[in-house]
């Protein structure tokens, strides 16, 4: 069965490095997405994406976040220069006939 | 605005008892979609079920069932005979039609212990 996949499944930065964050969303999905967890906390959307630009973004998607398909496979996000606020599980998604989730990114800023 | 609320945050029951999560929603859209997410200890979101706002006809698969009231709008979800396995993080959503894309509102999560 299809499924996203994400890498790392953990990366540990220090606050105002660069991190970026890939996934592979399944391959005949056209919207792909951002979301993130805090620890404890609701999921909460970030970002959506189809054909090659932004669809939807939500306050927590700032300029330090961006977001690149740089293939016709590949779906990443990056953080410009992280902040201890930006630890958190961050999913990416794709959907056609709903939603489906990948197991997650945990990023730790020190 | 959209708003999920999952009042109960922890639940405990003994493995065979019957547990129902409870999940109710706002919204002023009349055409909307309703999720149920699974999101064990490992972490990752596991998709469980997606109505929509014109089928109200409850749903049943294996030991999962859903029962989705427009009058009250909740869309509870019932698990028979829970199991060890169910232990998890339960997350209801909520998508609006107006949406262009998937940008789920996600209540804040219950989280299930089965107790073996």
Same mark, same amino acid.
């Given at each position: 069965?299809?499924?996203?996949?994400?890498?790392?499944?953990?990366?540990?930065?220090? *606050?105002?490095?660069?991190?970026?964050?890939?996934?592979?969303? !399944?391959?005949?999905?056209?919207?792909?997405?951002?979301?993130?967890? !805090?620890?404890?906390?609701?999921?909460?959307?970030?970002?959506?994406?189809?054909?090659?630009? !932004?669809?939807?973004?939500?306050?927590?998607?700032?300029?330090?976040?961006?977001?690149?398909?740089?293939?016709?496979?590949?779906?990443?996000?990056? !953080?410009?220069?992280?902040?201890?606020?930006?630890?958190? *599980?961050?999913?990416?998604?794709?959907?056609?006939?709903?939603?489906?989730?990948?197991?997650?990114?945990?990023?730790?800023?020190? | 605005?959209?708003?999920?609320?999952?009042?109960?945050?922890?639940?405990?029951?003994?493995?065979?008892?019957?547990?129902?999560?409870?999940?109710?929603?706002?919204?002023?859209?009349?055409?909307?979609?309703?999720?149920?997410?699974?999101?064990?200890?490992?972490?990752?979101?596991?998709?469980?079920?997606?109505?929509?706002?014109?089928?109200?006809?409850?749903?049943?698969?294996?030991?999962?069932?859903?029962?989705?009231?427009?009058?009250?709008?909740?869309?509870?979800?019932?698990?028979?005979?829970?199991?060890?396995?169910?232990?998890?993080?339960?997350?209801?959503?909520?998508?609006?039609?107006?949406?262009?894309?998937?940008?789920?509102?996600f209540g804040k999560g219950t989280k299930l212990?089965?107790?073996?």
């Open positions: 069965e299809p499924e996203v996949t994400q890498t790392p499944s953990h990366q540990v930065t220090q *606050m105002g490095q660069e991190v970026i964050l890939r996934c592979v969303p !399944i391959s005949n999905h056209l919207y792909f997405y951002w979301y993130r967890q !805090i620890l404890g906390q609701k999921v909460e959307f970030l970002v959506s994406f189809y054909n090659n630009e !932004i669809s939807e973004k939500s306050e927590i998607f700032d300029d330090q976040f961006s977001v690149e398909r740089p293939d016709g496979s590949n779906f990443t996000l990056k !953080i410009r220069s992280t902040k201890l606020e930006d630890s958190a *599980m961050y999913f990416c998604a794709s959907s056609r006939r709903g939603l489906f989730f990948g197991s997650g990114t945990q990023l730790s800023v020190l | 605005a959209q708003k999920v609320t999952q009042a109960q945050t922890e639940i405990s029951v003994v493995e065979k008892e019957d547990v129902t999560l409870d999940c109710v929603y706002e919204t002023r859209d009349t055409t909307y979609y309703l999720f149920w997410y699974k999101q064990p200890p490992s972490g990752e979101l596991v998709f469980l079920i997606r109505r929509n706002s014109f089928d109200e006809q409850n749903e049943i698969s294996g030991r999962y069932s859903w029962n989705f009231q427009k009058s009250t709008s909740s869309f509870n979800f019932t698990i028979t005979a829970s199991q060890v396995v169910d232990s998890a993080v339960y997350f209801c959503a909520l998508l609006y039609s107006g949406a262009g894309s998937y940008q789920l509102t212990s089965v107790i073996p």
